[in-house]
């Protein structure tokens, strides 16, 4: 199983990035995937979940309303598009696999290595 995210950087406030996740190693579509972000000094705060097929989606509250994930199953590729970034929204942004019949909010097995996201001006 891999997991590597990318699509980080530095944007100013109320910037937009998009970050991706490409998924291999197992059958993407049979997953719910989360995003789960780390600041520093922090622990890791879920910031938002899909279901298998993209149908099904939760926000983290400070994130709601900002941020939209998606899914590529043909692609094996999850997605957080995100718009209107404060600094507080400063963080590593981790993707990572749902243990099947897990919670979003906290039951994972794998997770990638991290793609920062830095929003200073």
């Known amino acids: 199983v891999q997991l590597v995210e990318s699509g980080g950087g530095m944007v100013q406030p109320g910037g937009s990035l998009r970050l991706s996740c490409a998924a291999s190693g197992f059958t993407f579509s049979n997953y719910d995937m989360s995003w789960v972000r780390q600041a520093p000094g922090k622990g890791p705060e879920w910031v938002s979940g899909v279901n298998t097929g993209g149908s099904s989606t939760d926000y983290a509250d400070s994130v709601k309303g900002r941020f939209t994930i998606s899914r590529d199953n043909a692609k094996n590729t999850l997605f957080l598009q995100m718009s209107s970034l404060n600094p507080e929204d400063t963080a590593l942004y981790y993707c990572?696999?749902?243990?099947?019949?897990?919670?979003?909010?906290?039951?994972?097995?794998?997770w990638g290595q991290g793609t920062q996201v830095t929003v200073s001006s």
């Open positions: 990572a696999r749902v243990l099947q019949d897990g919670s979003w909010f906290a039951d994972y097995d794998y």
